[in-house]
């Protein structure tokens, strides 16, 4: 059964890494997230940025190999904004691909997604959803999402606000857990799933800093 090793850095980015190959998906430009900072010598063989605002799109921050990746990874472009694209732009939503198991990362979702999206979505074995608003969907509407999702499935929350961290516009970690429950705040950087054997939980993570 394959392994999946998904570490947080904070915001929206995370490193995953299968079967000998990793990838980073949305680093963040240093100074352009409030209260974080992203780690030096962060290696991978590629980098994925769902769009190209700053605090998704550090792709020169991250050392690359270049080396072929052993999972495909595929895109799905959707609005930023709840305006079709006309505020913010469209931004990716990035599935990772292995035989026995699908990461999903909803990048900058900015609204609710279609029947056919939900579809797309609703394969994935974990999913690294944005929760906390005004950029992207609402605790509500997360809650919402986490509802059409694969059970049993890992969602991991992501582009919130704790403490100084994130921006002042977002909703705090606290505020999202009235809206989407239980989650269960882990105190680790870093999970690993296996195939087969994923719970069905609603996590967080802290931040490699």
């Keep these: 059964m394959t392994k999946v090793k998904i570490t947080y850095y904070g915001h929206s980015c995370f490193k995953i890494e299968a079967n000998g190959s990793s990838i980073v998906l949305d680093p963040y430009e240093n100074g352009s997230v409030?209260?974080?900072?992203?780690?030096?010598?962060?290696?991978?063989d590629t980098v994925s940025c769902s769009h190209g605002h700053s605090d998704h799109n550090a792709a020169h921050l991250i050392h690359t190999t270049g080396r072929k990746l052993s999972f495909k990874v595929e895109k799905l472009t959707v609005p930023h904004d709840h305006?079709?694209?006309?505020?913010?732009?469209?931004?990716?939503?990035?599935?990772?691909?292995?035989?026995d198991i699908t990461v999903c990362h909803l990048g900058d979702l900015g609204r609710l997604p279609t029947a056919s999206e939900y579809a797309a979505i609703a394969r994935a074995d974990v999913v690294?959803?944005?929760?906390?608003?005004?950029?992207?969907?609402?605790?509500?509407?997360?809650?919402?999402?986490i509802r059409?999702?694969?059970?049993p499935g890992?969602?991991?929350?992501?582009?919130?606000?704790?403490?100084?961290?994130?921006?002042?516009?977002?909703e705090d970690i606290n505020q999202v857990m009235?809206?989407?429950?239980?989650?269960?705040?882990?105190?680790?950087?870093?999970?690993?799933?296996?195939a087969g054997s994923i719970t069905d939980e609603i996590v967080t993570l802290t931040p490699v800093q």
């Design 178 to 194: 009235q809206n989407i429950q239980p989650v269960k705040r882990l105190g680790e950087s870093s999970i690993t799933v296996e």
């Design 34 to 44: 409030p209260g974080l900072q992203l780690p030096a010598g962060i290696h991978a």
């Design 128 to 145: 690294l959803l944005p929760c906390a608003g005004y950029f992207t969907i609402s605790s509500k509407e997360a809650a919402e999402v």
């Design 148 to 151: 059409h999702l694969k059970r």
């Design 83 to 99: 305006h079709n694209g006309q505020h913010r732009g469209l931004s990716d939503i990035t599935f990772i691909e292995l035989p």
């Design 154 to 170: 890992l969602k991991v929350l992501m582009h919130f606000r704790e403490g100084n961290r994130g921006y002042d516009v977002q």
